[in-house]
């Protein structure tokens, strides 16, 4: 390959990983256009062209040696750029703070931290993250995440397997000032390792005894699949405690053999039998074929799951069953149905519920996933927003 071709090939490599490389490259070249030249040749052009890591992965890994080596100036925010630039979290980066940290100590960490976080905050920064608490609850402790605003707060229940992260690009869409809670369901996140689930009652329970511990009254409760199922118990336990009901993508009765064979299936197999499957249930085939964070974050959980807690969830979910009680309900809820999910098929799970609540609004989500609160986070907070303004106005 002749020079000219060499460099060609160089400034299309660093392009495609970050517009900001090139633009750091190019002013580089204005003041040392030698230099500028190396680093095309033997950084970008040779060392790029090497596939074994995707870019993320690459961006992360400069940017976790730049943090080891005290570096806090501008080739942090370059690889902070392109680490951003190929779909890295914000959770991602600073967890590689933090990892960094452990290895070179924390004033290396902290100048780091101090050096990125306004960029961070200029990005889809979630509103989670902010005021998080370790809470005792019953027999367990868990880890909750509290904005602190104003007004009825909006609690929210995650799905199995996962943990409060997951509610994080909805409520980064949601504007600022509202009180919006989540918190690691039992056998979830920080509450891994408490006593097992018993059942959706007792998850409720918990729920309700959140609520207590955090001298709330009344809230807007919203669950996403298992979370929904819980927050149906909630309402059912504690009319008096739930303001409204936000169910997305759950069911009122489980298929009980289905859900079932899922935990026996785990305990037979091992965690890593359960990644495929649960990510095709739970996105469209495009959001798994891109590896965006949402399929990433599902399968670290996923694959990191204990298996005793993963099959005492799905053995309390296949215990659902509560569409012939909804009817007592009184409180306006909303039932967000997703066009493509194929855990809660709209017109076998959530149309039912709907029809079951005396006041619930059903929205159909298209395109909708399982999991919808992570893989179409713009529909779900316009749906929620929405749904609150208008039961603030009855």
Known sequence: ??????????????????????????????????????????????VMRNSALDHREWAMLVLVSLIAIGDTGDQLNVYLEAALHQGASVDEIHSAIELACAYVGAPRAANSARRLALRLQRGETPLLGRGEAIVSVGDHETAVSDTGGDGVPLLLLHSLGLDRRFWQPATARLPAGLRIIAYDLRGHGHARGAPLTTGLEQLAADAVALLDRLGIERADVCGSSYGGAIAQHVALAAPHRVRSLILIGTAARSPQGALAARAKAAETDGMASQVAPSLMRWFLPETIAENRWPVRYARSLVRRAWVEEWAAAWRAMACLDVLDRLPGLAMPALVLAGAQDKSAPAELAMQPIAAALPRAEYRLIDPGSHLMAIEQPDAVAAAILAFRTRIEDL
């Not at 160089?10 to 580089?28: I, K, N, V, W, Y």
């Not at 003041?31 to 033997?42: Q, W």
């Open 1 to 46: 390959m002749d020079h000219a071709t060499s460099m060609r090939n160089a400034r299309r490599e660093a392009e495609t990983f970050s517009p900001a490389l090139r633009q750091a490259l190019d002013e580089l070249g204005d003041t040392n256009p030698g230099l500028a030249r190396a680093i095309l040749e033997d950084g970008v052009g040779r």
